[in-house]
T-cell receptor, first 112, second 113 residues
Framework: EDKVVQSPLSLVVHEGDTVTLNCSYE??????LLWYKQEKKAPTFLFMLTSSGIEKKSGRLSSILDKKELFSILNITATQTGDSAVYLCAGAGGTSYGKLTFGQGTILTVHP | NAGVTQTPKFRVLKTGQSMTLLCAQD?????MYWYRQDPGMGLRLIHY???????AKGEVPDGYNVSRLKKQNFLLGLESAAPSQTSVYFC????????????FGPGTRLTVT
């Protein structure tokens, strides 16, 4: 059975701090690792990582995948209160329908 | 483009009642999915569709049925609601190919009393 585990489950920081969110996965026929940000409503897509060791960046957010050790990290530098959200990672396996297996999420709270 | 929309946004049902959740996407995506999200359990796949007229069971299909009569719409039905079906329901769609990115709707919060 495919499994994705995120840590920590929750994190409280102050504005300006840097945070690292972790995601480990066991996904049959693994193809890609995806990160989503979920505020009050729908998860919104952040990154998709397919190749090991290549960092993807978007502003203050960056992510990297290690396919040998089966994990990914999401870094957020100079955090802002607007970064407060649940961050979800998901592993995509090689099924015919593009199955995503989601982790439980990390709840990030950024205080002013 | 509206992306993925869901109706209704909120609903309260009594045990045994039935209802249908509607998902619509305007991106011409082939694949559509229904998930439920419960505290501490992440998103779990209920049913999915790989194209118009086709549906299949996901991880937690019991108590739900789906239909995809038109490419842009994916309906989720609860025939006889149970309190265990209290959850937030998300619909998602995906184009296909080597991109696994799914686009999510805003969710429906369902409470069954």
């Amino acid at each position: 059975e495919d499994k994705v585990v995120q840590s920590p489950l929750s994190l409280v920081v102050h504005e300006g701090d840097t945070v690292t969110l972790n995601c480990s996965y066991e996904v049959t026929n693994f193809r890609s690792l995806l990160w989503y940000k979920q505020e009050k409503k729908a998860p919104t897509f952040l990154f998709m990582l397919t190749s090991s060791g290549i960092e993807k960046k978007s502003g203050r957010l960056s992510s990297i995948l290690d396919k040998k050790e089966l994990f990914s990290i999401l870094n957020i530098t100079a955090t802002q209160t607007g970064d407060s959200a649940v961050y979800l990672c998901a592993g995509a396996g090689g099924t015919s329908y593009g199955k995503l297996t989601f982790g439980q999420g990390t709840i990030l709270t950024v205080h002013p | 483009n509206a992306g993925v929309t869901q109706t209704p946004k909120f609903r309260v049902l009594k045990t045994g009642q039935s209802m249908t959740l509607l998902c619509a996407q305007d991106m011409n995506h082939e694949y559509m999915y229904w998930y439920r999200q419960d505290p501490g359990m992440g998103l779990r796949l209920i049913h999915y569709s790989v194209g118009e007229g086709t549906t299949a069971k996901g991880e937690v299909p019991d108590g739900y049925n789906v239909s995809r009569l038109k490419k842009q719409n994916f309906l989720l039905g609860l025939e006889s609601a149970a309190p265990s079906q209290t959850s937030v329901y998300f619909c998602a769609s995906r184009q296909g190919g080597s991109s696994y990115e799914q686009y999510f709707g805003p969710g429906t919060r369902l409470t069954v009393t």
